[in-house]
């Protein structure tokens, strides 16, 4: 009886087609994207997606048997002249070689991606009629702007962002009148106080993303620009882990797995018990 049995790509080849979905030249001249370490002969038979690779997403999956670890954000961003094991960075490099897990980055190239982590973002909000905010060629670009199923008041599509998103210990706030009608929606995976113009100019009535400053945010909402919803970054780039999980198992038929794992960094949130200086004035005439 002929075996029949389809052999499992290896990681050179699983690279090759993560490369074409995401092409290394559409990443920001600054960003480190493609495979980071990892045997390319070795056969991928399960992939953990994550968004930060960290030594707590590193032992998820080395506990999982996974044989690549797919990355948003790069864990050699910037330069180091070592990676020794007492060093951060180094413990994981080492702790992935010990454990043959191949490692591989899409971080800008997938942020300008169309599928990418804005149209997953969007997609979980149940944007529709989505554009790009900062268009690109082909139809990529920058986030996405779409409209709501409904419109919302900026404290419900606040509630309703909260609702769809992972959880964190940050949640999410926004920056506006509370009663403001949002129905069109500007997103951006990630830190996104840089196209705050964009969301001005393409229309939106609110715009979402994550690392909004104060400065910045104060000085859009004085000039009259969209209302803001500020999410925490993890949450924010989280969706698009399940889109290219089940693009890799469609298209590679490989077993791809999706990190839960909160690797936002903050991790404790309270509000004051104390009324505010405006609540109590209007408490206490």
Known sequence: MTDTAVAPPTVREV???????????????????????????????????????????VEEAVEAGADLIVA????LLKGVS????????????????????ALYVAHTNADVANPGVSDALAARLGLVLTRPLVPSEDGRGIGRVGELAEPLTLAELTAFVADQLPSTAAGVRAAGDPDRVIRTLAVSGGSGDSFLRDAAAAGADAY???????????????AGGPALLDVAHW??????????????????GV???????????????????????????ENHP
């Open 208 to 222: 979402l993303c994550a690392d909004l400053r104060h400065h910045p945010a104060s000085e859009h909402l004085a």
């Open 72 to 75: 948003h954000h790069p864990l």
């Open 235 to 252: 949450a924010s780039e989280r969706p698009w882990l399940d889109e290219v999980a089940d693009w890799l198992r469609t298209q590679l």
């Open 15 to 57: 690279v090759a087609a993560l490369d074409a979905r995401y092409p290394r030249a559409w990443a920001e001249q600054w960003d480190r994207v493609g495979p980071v370490l990892g045997d390319f002969d070795r056969p991928v038979r399960t992939v953990l997606c994550v968004v930060d690779c960290v030594p707590e997403t």
């Open 255 to 281: 077993t791809a797995l999706v990190s839960d794992l909160d690797t936002d960094p903050w991790t404790v949130h309270s509000l004051s018990r104390e009324p505010s200086a405006s609540s109590a004035k």
């Open 82 to 101: 070592s990676v020794a094991p007492d060093t951060f960075k180094g413990r994981i490099v080492h702790r992935l070689i010990k454990a043959d897990v």
